[in-house]
């Protein structure tokens, strides 16, 4: 499905120490089908970009022509959003500073070229040019692994959201997150069914409680009760029986003989802490976010959704998807080479 997938990275660079260092790594390190291309200096640079589209752009700052950040600031000027890692002999504060201020996406120390660090940074900034800015990368991490999974996220709820593949951002963020992306076009969302929601802050999540109609106790036992048909007493069958199957009406002493003739089950009946007993016990809900209770008549309803990438999504997130599945991998493996 992302076979096909390719991203194109310019390499500006004028030692060719450098530029064989950085191949060697994108090519054992960087799992992501691309093509790299190399020129030497910034001038040369600009002509390419102005001729062919690049999805990440990474050169050296002390160049035979200009200096990084001068290349930038060239670059600004056409209207170029290509991000841009900017690789240097020596750490330095100001400088590094200055790149990020006009947009530079990551300052590496060239030492830190052959190790992880220059890989996990590029994965992280394609991963973010593929998704909207108002998106949280760690949420978007864990989406496009969910997607990778499974092609329909289900938005599961009991008394808590919980979402199926299970994920451990929290799923309300989540929920929040694949609805921006729908009003994006990004994802589809089918709805799936209704639950409710605080009325008070919206929350999705709440804890359910049964209440006692009469005095609103949440303490209550249930049982399986008997309704004399002769005193019209109503009461737990445990109440009725003497033993070996004998019933006897503990308000009038009869004894029950004949099923349907003087005596009918009522499936469960509830007793509370108070001793009172009814056959259907209140509803009430406890917010788990703002702590408002409310019960089913003041309850706002919420339409859960399964949700799926659209065809635009799909090219949107498919480098996202690619780049953490790789990702994953990478860090299972070198967690099994550590073991």
Not at 42 to 51: C, M, N, V
Not at 109 to 119: D, G, P
Request: hydrophobic share 35%; charged share 30%; proline share 4%.
């Amino acid at each position: 499905m992302l076979s096909d997938l390719k991203i194109r990275i310019l390499y500006i660079e004028d030692n060719p120490d450098d530029q064989l260092i950085l191949k060697r790594s994108l090519k054992e390190k960087l799992s992501i089908n691309y093509d790299l291309v190399i020129v030497d200096t910034a001038t040369k640079g600009l002509a390419k970009i102005q001729k062919e589209d690049f999805d990440l752009i990474l050169m050296d700052y002390r160049l035979p022509d200009m200096t990084g950040i001068d290349f930038v600031r060239q670059l600004k000027k056409t209207g170029n959003k290509a991000p841009i890692i900017l690789l240097t002999g020596k750490g330095n504060e100001n400088i590094a500073v200055e790149a990020m201020k006009l947009g530079v996406r990551d300052y590496i120390i060239k030492e830190e070229v052959k190790s992880q660090r220059l890989i996990d940074s590029i994965t992280d900034i394609l991963l973010e040019s593929s998704l909207p800015e108002t998106i949280n990368l760690e949420t978007a991490k864990a989406l496009v692994t969910l997607f990778n999974k499974n092609p329909i996220v289900r938005i599961d709820s009991i008394s808590t959201l919980t979402s199926n593949p299970k994920t451990e951002i929290p799923t309300e963020e989540l929920v929040a997150t694949l609805k921006t992306l729908t009003e994006l076009d990004i994802v589809n969302a089918e709805p799936s069914r209704s639950v409710i929601t605080c009325p008070d802050c919206e929350s999705l999540t709440s804890t359910l409680y049964i209440e006692c109609p009469e005095c609103e106790s949440t303490k209550m036992t249930k049982e399986e009760a008997l309704e004399h048909f002769d005193c019209g007493n109503i009461d737990f069958r445990t109440k009725f029986s003497k033993g070996e199957g004998s019933l006897v009406c503990p308000k009038c002493g009869k004894k029950l003989k004949v099923i349907g003739v003087d005596y009918r089950k009522i499936e469960n009946w509830y007793r509370c802490s108070n001793n009172h007993f009814f056959g259907q016990p209140n509803f009430s809900f406890a917010c788990s976010k703002c702590t408002a209770k409310f019960n089913l008549e003041t309850a706002n309803l919420e339409m859960l959704h399964n949700y799926s990438l659209t065809k635009t999504g799909r090219q949107n997130l498919q480098l996202g998807l690619k780049t953490t599945g790789l990702t994953e991998k990478s860090q299972d493996k070198q967690s099994s080479q550590k073991m």
